[in-house]
């Protein structure tokens, strides 16, 4: 995202000599270096309506053992996987109902998964009872950890047969509780009826729902939505409410926010900025995985203007269009805004020149079905100061790439941009990734350092195309979440390199960070002017055949040049960095991601949540399109 804003009273405006360095680490991207797996709890429908046929002889149940066995045997080892299971102890006659509506059991504990005992559990489930969707929500949500990401994956063939509680009541419960707990559901083989039910635990809590008419969709959806919610997305931030209109905005200070945004929603958000400083601001939202949503109809836009004194239109703004959103794409929009370092004509008094106010509006614009009537986004806020120095002028040749020795070390990518794994400089570094996944590394560059970099997937699974065929794409952000570079391919289980191992596609490149950077005639170096993390998403697209969900091993070779000339030296000190990553005077910093929230807006409650964004997935595809934002 691009930094923005800094509130007046807040900066310091104390003269200062010297370099004022540029650490623009988003607030909680050290909350956990070394990112895991987000603990959750497999919940499958155990009732008497499971016991009916599905086709080849087999029975629901099969089919639901089946796909939970593709799942556990393809999880990592690391994971953290449990089993909850309703409908096994009882009956489901009249006389039963009372106890059949408490028949909830916890067969295995979200701890580090064992797959020969959790396969054995899932073998020895067998269906009688009652269906009592409820009550099971609430006992696999006891069962998780307290705090940090967490989810549940719900598989019923029907609706809650004992409520009250209702399921939809809930999981609006638990958000009430602030658990930050996602659920996503699966209906096999449901009517509208229950299919309404269920989408509707899926959105209060802001997971996903997906539809497996038989069980052969269910042995494909089952693993690819519990594989995804594995490595969530996690949104982070300090909360904050954008408005309908500029005279009622929020002031968003430097460093990160979360908020929520509806369907084709505007939320203004203002920022103060001092005369000569550079603002950027950006925000990001993470398409949750819906099933069945048609390629023609799979984009959303995110678009963003800024708007000057008074709320008049400044005529600048930028758009990103994302297709196949349903692969989870993290959809992001930036801007790097000058407007303050330009001086009014003459004094006068231009709404879009000069030191003040100004905002910041984004819409959810185009958007695609089944996704959620309210998605988390994170807004990362950032004012740079005005310069005496800029240092070095001269832009310099983008990195050579140098292909690293060795085995590599191992790096467990994060689900999102704020527990992205840290890449210790230049090096061969190694990961597995499962099917459906989309992970995020950082590497930091000081002033006048540059990277380049490949990554390859190894050989997996079977190489024929029509079973194992899959989407990969690997993109370079800025510490702003401005897209540098993206590449993409197809994946059939042979080895494949991005970008492609050739003379002319050897790396993704930058050229070293300089302040001046921003002047350049080429556009996309412009954006390579803000020392800090950069980030690497990699991303490997889920297959479309049944029994090809094999985990792919990966390698990221990193070059990082060192240092070549000063950064540039600041006219005013901030106390609280540019960014918020240290605190101004007087103030405490966030440390942790904020994984859930009330907000209000004209609807009501609003949950920010770690939401069903979870980066990663999607059958088969082509990658995310992004159209850069084009000035308006």
């Keep these: ?53 599905d086709s080849g002889g087999r029975t629901k149940m099969d089919s639901a053992r089946t796909a939970a066995h593709t799942f556990v045997d393809s999880a990592p080892a ?141 042995e494909q959806i089952l693993p690819r939505v519990s594989t995804a919610a594995l490595r969530n997305y996690e949104p982070a931030g300090t909360p904050i409410t954008g408005t309908a209109a500029h005279d009622t905005a929020p002031v968003a200070a430097p460093g990160q926010h979360l908020d929520t945004i509806g369907r084709h929603e505007t939320r203004y958000y203002a920022v103060d900025v001092p005369q000569g400083a550079t603002t950027y601001f950006s925000g990001t939202v993470s398409f949750p995985r819906p099933a069945g949503v048609s390629q023609i109809d799979d984009m959303n836009t995110l678009n963003l203007r800024v708007h000057g004194e008074g709320g008049r239109d400044c005529n600048s703004g930028e758009s990103e269009l994302a297709t196949m959103s349903s692969d989870g794409v993290a959809l992001t929009v930036s801007k790097t805004w000058t407007g303050a370092t330009q001086e009014k004509n003459g004094g006068g008094s231009d709404p879009c020149k000069g030191g003040g106010t100004y905002y910041f509006v984004l819409t959810w614009d185009k958007v695609s079905s089944g996704v959620p009537e309210r998605l988390p986004i994170e807004l990362l806020v950032g004012v740079e100061p005005a310069v005496s120095d800029p240092g070095p002028v001269a832009v310099l040749p983008d990195t050579t790439f140098v292909e690293p020795a060795g085995a590599g070390v191992p790096a467990t990518g994060g689900g999102s941009f704020n527990v992205a794994a840290t890449l210790d400089g230049g090096g061969r570094y190694t990961d597995l990734l499962q099917r459906g996944e989309y992970v995020f590394y950082r590497v930091k560059l000081d002033w006048g350092q540059g990277l380049a970099y490949r990554v390859n997937f190894g050989a997996a699974g ?135 929230a009330t907000s209000t807006s004209s609807n009501g409650p609003i949950l920010i949540a770690a939401a069903g964004a979870v980066v990663v997935l999607a059958v088969v595809a082509f990658l995310v399109i992004r159209r850069r934002g084009a000035r308006r």
């Design 1 to 53: 995202m691009r930094p923005t804003k800094s509130t007046l009273g807040k900066l310091l405006a104390t003269t200062a000599a010297g370099l004022l360095t540029l650490s623009l680490t988003p607030i909680a991207a050290h909350a956990r270096q070394a990112p895991d797996y987000a603990p959750l709890m497999l919940v499958l429908d155990a009732s008497g309506s499971m016991k009916q046929a």
């Design 462 to 596: 079977s190489t024929r195309q029509v079973e194992n065929i899959s989407n990969v794409a690997t993109t370079l952000y800025t510490p702003f979440r401005q897209e540098i570079s993206s590449k993409t391919n197809a994946y059939t289980g042979s080895a494949v390199t991005l970008p492609s191992d050739s003379a002319s596609e050897k790396a993704i490149t930058t050229v070293p960070v300089r302040y001046n950077n921003r002047t350049a005639d080429a556009i996309g170096t412009r954006a390579q002017s803000v020392a800090g993390w950069y980030y690497l998403a990699v991303k490997l697209g889920a297959t479309a055949q049944e029994g090809a969900n094999v985990p792919v091993p990966v390698s990221l070779d990193l070059t990082v040049t060192k240092a070549e000339g000063a950064g540039p030296t600041y006219a005013t000190a901030n106390g609280g960095g540019v960014f918020g990553e240290r605190p101004a005077l007087g103030e405490t910093p966030v440390t942790t991601p904020v994984a859930a």
């Design 78 to 218: 690391e994971a953290r996987v449990g089993l909850t299971v309703y409908g096994t102890g009882t009956g489901s006659s009249d006389a039963e109902k009372t106890a059949g509506c408490q028949d909830v059991q916890v067969l295995r504990p979200a701890d580090t998964i064992d797959k020969t005992a959790l396969n054995s559990a899932v073998d020895g489930i067998q269906p009688r009872g009652y269906t009592p969707i409820g009550t099971s929500l609430r006992k696999a949500a006891d069962a998780l950890p307290k705090t940090g990401p967490r989810s549940i994956v719900l598989v019923s063939d029907g609706e809650d047969t004992c409520a009250p509680p209702d399921p939809c009541e809930v999981a609006r419960e638990l958000i009430k509780q602030g658990t930050g707990i996602l659920v996503h559901t699966i209906g096999f083989g449901v009517d509208d009826k229950s299919r309404k039910q269920l989408t509707c635990v899926a959105q209060v809590t802001g997971g996903t729902y997906s539809d497996a008419p038989d069980g052969k969709t269910l």
